[in-house]
């Protein structure tokens, strides 16, 4: 049995390999992607081949032309551009994660940044760097020294298949940058790939590497010794909770084995290994390598494993997502997840503003609405992305911000911020401490919730669209939706505007009493996401679905 998780939106395409063993035919040929990566040069005419900074960064594979040298080379330049127009002049903290072609893609930002005469800080340890260790490394500079702002690089596409890289930039305000900053860096790198690099200063690795500009940090010691100051650590090894944690793979891998000896806690790292290849991984749903730690297919291995700890726990390739399996039920889904770390999070920190709102993206759970509400907090929804909470994160104004997506933050037990990019560690141990002080596990507490507060389905699900379409679905304006009702219940929004912030949302979210869709055009497939959700039963959310598909039809053409 994989999970106890409700159904996905892979149930009709779902492979027949899901959730099995890779196979040698499954296995990218390194030596062939890292060759690409230096070899294939992209057309600067052909979009699809040009830096495109997604919510994530700049994301492709060396063999399809849209994750190489150049475009490395190219965004690095203009990231030295922007941090020097905008004075950032303290270091730029730089990790990278292990998938094969985040080593070269690291290895050309430092030559670029060495000639830049940028001081750069690589990992002391020549490890691997998950994304809030880069975050945290951030945020603890700059409130040491606000005249000289740190800002960070992490080379990662996050839980991408293998043959996959990825790029992103974190400002000075330690998350993820938002589109002003990235559709600047990302136009001028196109400016320097259509100008065949003219523009970019670089200089040999191996006088990068000697550079006075390049310094060495420890992530890892820095990240894990103020884990206390987040997580109630001493709780955990107080009640003897055994955890299982999984490293998918990734850049976590030390971290656990450290955090479980600093804190005497009984953790197994169930999988040591770092191989880029990730043979070691099950097949996700359409028969693809992916290390997505919220996915029951990818996850398959520790699921098999869940009545072996109290808690098992994944993270993706840069540990910026987390997977919770319990012995009662398997992998959580992260909604559900999110809801009870809301619940337990709000009720045992005192040292929160008492006045903190609870964040959440407009496509998660309202069963985080409902439980925001029964806290007595406010609620900030806001658009997808991670970077819409960093504010509040930073101020005190929002002491959690969780997405859909099994990405989530919040902030020390004394209230003040931790990171402002997404943590997988940090909900990884709060699973554990969670079990430790209520003596239930999340998956127990996740079904007394929906005893109080009732038990949405919840699904999400791709649909076929042109580029046309996706940019009419992304124009869309409320009142073009004629509708009145949703599945025989009066429309009580219709919404293309963040209720939280008031920003766009790329889409349109309809709402009910006890329903809502919402449908957002994907940034790198001819489809548009649907989410939808009933407190009614799976009956109801499948009427919400139908009807949804017509609603956008008759917006979009």
């Known amino acids: 049995m994989l999970s106890a998780a409700p159904a996905c939106q892979y149930d009709d ?3 027949p390999r899901a959730g099995q063993p890779a196979a040698a035919d499954d296995l990218v040929d390194v030596a062939k992607l890292v060759t690409a990566y230096y070899a294939v040069h992209p057309d600067p005419g052909d979009a699809g081949q040009r830096v495109s900074f997604g919510t994530s960064g700049h994301r492709g594979s060396a063999f399809t032309a849209t994750f190489n040298e150049d475009h ?15 004075g950032i002049v303290g270091p730029l903290y ?25 001081l750069v800080m690589v990992d002391a340890r020549g490890g691997y760097t998950p994304t809030p260790a880069v ?15 740190a800002d960070g690089i992490v080379v990662t596409p996050s839980h991408n298949p293998p043959p996959d890289g990825g790029f992103k930039y974190n400002p000075p305000d330690g998350g993820p940058a938002g589109t002003d900053i990235t559709r600047q860096i990302q136009d001028r790198a196109n400016d320097l790939l259509a100008d065949g690099l003219k523009g970019v200063r670089r200089v040999r690795y191996a006088r990068a590497v000697a550079a006075d500009t390049t310094g060495k940090f420890d992530f890892l010691g820095s990240y894990v010794a103020a884990l206390g100051q987040v997580v109630d650590l001493a709780a955990i090894k107080a009640a003897g909770v055994r955890i299982g944690a999984d490293p998918l793979g990734g850049a976590s891998v030390a971290y656990w084995g450290e955090i479980g000896d ?79 770390a809301i619940d337990y999070l709000y009720r045992h920190r005192d040292g929160w503003p008492s006045g903190a709102a609870v964040g959440k993206t407009l496509v998660s759970s309202s069963m985080i609405d409902r439980v925001t509400e029964g806290l007595g907090r406010a609620l900030l929804e806001v658009p997808v992305g991670f970077k ?32 402002t990019d997404k943590d997988g560690i940090i909900l990884a141990l709060l699973a554990s401490e969670i079990t430790a002080v209520t003596g239930h ?46 599945a025989g219940e009066k429309i009580i929004a219709a919404l293309t505007t963040a209720p939280g912030n008031g920003a766009p949302i790329g889409g349109l979210k309809v709402v009910t009493a006890s329903g809502w869709f919402a449908a957002r055009p994907s940034g790198t497939e ?16 499948a009427a919400i679905q139908e009807q949804a598909r017509e609603i956008i039809a008759a917006a979009i053409g």
């Open 13 to 15: 395409m779902t492979d």
């Open 72 to 86: 490395i080379l190219a965004t690095t330049q203009a990231i030295c551009e922007y941090r020097a127009s905008h």
């Open 94 to 118: 730089l990790g990278a994660d292990t998938h094969a072609l985040s080593e070269p893609a690291q290895v050309s930002a430092l030559e670029v940044l060495a000639a830049n005469e940028v």
């Open 135 to 149: 975050s945290r490394a951030i945020l603890a500079h700059n409130a040491s020294s606000p005249a000289h702002r």
């Open 262 to 340: 600093r804190y005497g806690l009984d953790l197994t790292v169930v999988n040591p290994a770092v191989d880029a290849t990730f043979r070691f991984m099950t097949l996700d749903w359409d028969g693809k390598i992916r290390m997505d730690c919220s996915s029951p297919y990818a996850m398959a291995s520790l699921i098999g494993r869940q009545h072996e700890f109290a808690v098992a726990t994944g993270n993706d390739t840069d540990a910026d997502r987390h997977g919770i399996v319990t012995p009662d039920g398997g992998l959580l889904n992260p909604n559900h997840y999110l809801a009870v």
């Open 388 to 419: 819409w909470f960093v504010p509040g994160l930073l101020d005190g104004s929002v002491a959690f911000g969780g997405e859909e997506s099994a990405g989530a933050s919040f902030l020390q037990r004394d209230g003040s911020v931790w990171t």
């Open 441 to 486: 596990s999340p998956s127990e507490l996740y079904r007394y919730l929906t005893s109080v507060y009732g038990n949405p389905a919840y699904a999400r699900i791709d649909t076929a669209a042109s580029r046309e379409q996706k940019a009419a679905l992304a124009e869309l304006s409320p009142s073009q939706v004629a509708a009145e009702e949703l």
């Open 526 to 541: 001819d489809v548009y996401k649907l989410y939808a959700e009933s407190f009614r039963g799976p009956e109801h959310l």
